[in-house]
């Protein structure tokens, strides 16, 4: 039952779904890679785990690395991408004006994201979206992360609106499962990374096979 007076709003995943940032991430997984002595990881393939975070996108590269070798890593690559910056981070194509439509239909919309805050708020600034986004859930923003339910009923009570009226769209299965168990409609961006899933598989209630595709699914068309 949703809540008197309450409005909806729209949420989003953020690498994979609002940004391709797979070229920054992995260029920085080069540079570690040769600072260590690894084999250059597969780009392509590395790409496809990006929704799944540092730890996976070094397992995925640096396949030779043991588990202890891959946490011992991890703060060393993150520093890497951050410092290179978001030099090649683009918004797919067509997201931009999903999101001015929104905007001009009075529809607040947000981000929840597994990324950790510190590396989240420069990609968004990068995007020139801070300024418009009304909400931003981090990895670390609470103790919890997706497939958790908690950072996305936390980004809706951070722009007032209803769960049971938002919408979630992500290119991950757990962003399906978290949105799903929060009450909101959930969307799968299939344009995205996917980590190697099907979305036909996730259960989302529907699927936006391109970003041309998003504002029928979202019901804006």
Known sequence: MSMTGARGAVLFDL???LADSAPDLVAA???L???IGEPEPDPIAVSRV???GGRAILRCGLPGLAEDRI?????RYLDLYAARGNVSTRLYEGIDEVLQALEARGIPWGIVTNKVGWLAAPVIEQLGLKQRCCALVAGDTLSVRKPD???VLHACSLMSADPLLTQFVGDDLRDIEA???AGTRTIAAAWGYLNGGDPNSWGADAIAINVASLPACLRLA
Do not use: C, I, Y
């Not at 946490?71 to 703060?75: V, Y």
């Open 179 to 181: 949105g799903r168990a």
């Open 33 to 35: 890679s040769r600072e």
């Open 50 to 52: 990006v929704s799944t």
């Open 71 to 75: 946490e011992e890593m991890l703060p």
């Open 15 to 17: 690498d994979g779904t």
């Open 29 to 31: 997984l080069s540079t």
């Open 149 to 151: 339910p908690a950072p």
